[in-house]
T-cell receptor, first 118, second 113 residues
Framework: GAVVSQHPSRVICKSGTSVKIECRSL??????MFWYRQFPKQSLMLMAT?????????EQGVEKDKFLINHASLTLSTLTVTSAHPEDSSFYIC??????????????FGQGTRLTVV | KQEVTQIPAALSVPEGENLVLNCSFT??????LQWFRQDPGKGLTSLLL?????REQTSGRLNASLDKSSGRSTLYIAASQPGDSATYLC????????????FGKGTRLSVIA
């Protein structure tokens, strides 16, 4: 299947600093990528839809100025958590579909990023 | 409101047992349903994808069914093994095209050797 790579897998940062998470589609081009957040023992919750060449679409309750999304190319979307606080500690994971593949309705996920803000 | 409910929340079985994980959803406009496996602290591995027009999909020891009219899906695991221990997530997408997934909270499975 298609491969989505996410980096870093783990990051620990101090409160008030910013953290950038990268999501890459390795063997296909993705005009749209999705960013989810998962708290312990909870569902994955959609944060935002990242659109190549245009502004991201944020879900209700997600601060766009805090979670900056950039989708500058067809294979890379980045999520920057700005001025991180301990309550931002969570598991962040990205997803994309391969629109040109035979499995064009199957969603593929990155490995996820465990963010801990201390 | 789009909701996905997975029952049970946790399950512990001895090795070799056949088991069924249940998923129900309230949205009637699903386009497809996808089951994932998630190991602790890891990303999601796609297991099976069922289109709304299909009733089941099989891959090895896994079989997933879909009853769109009743809003239910099941994941059947045959001859369970300790390596099957993980959290199993049920999700669906609405409409066609590039839409996000709606997830359940998952079923945490432990297979005891």
């Amino acid at each position: 299947g298609a491969v989505v790579s996410q980096h870093p897998s783990r990051v620990i940062c101090k409160s008030g600093t910013s953290v950038k998470i990268e999501c890459r589609s390795l063997d296909f081009q993705a005009t749209t990528m999705f960013w989810y957040r998962q708290f312990p023992k909870q569902s994955l919750m959609l944060m935002a839809t990242s659109n190549e060449g245009s502004k991201a679409t944020y879900e209700q309750g997600v601060e766009k100025d805090k979670f900056l999304i950039n989708h500058a190319s067809l294979t890379l979307s980045t999520l920057t958590v700005t001025s991180a606080h301990p309550e931002d500690s969570s598991f962040y994971i990205c997803s994309a579909r391969d629109p040109g593949g035979t499995l064009n309705t199957e969603a593929f996920f990155g490995q996820g990023t465990r963010l801990t803000v201390v | 409101k789009q909701e996905v409910t997975q029952i049970p929340a946790a399950l512990s079985v001895p090795e070799g047992e056949n088991l069924v994980l249940n998923c129900s959803f309230t949205d009637s406009a699903i386009y497809n349903l996808q089951w994932f496996r998630q190991d602790p602290g890891k990303g999601l591995t796609s297991l099976l994808l069922i289109q709304s027009s299909q009733r089941e999909q099989t891959s090895g020891r896994l079989n997933a069914s879909l009853d769109k009219s009743s809003g239910r899906s099941t994941l059947y695991i045959a001859a369970s093994q300790p390596g099957d221990s993980a959290t199993y997530l049920c999700s669906y997408s609405r409409n066609s095209g590039n839409t996000p997934l709606v997830f359940g909270k998952g079923t945490r499975l432990s297979v005891i050797a």
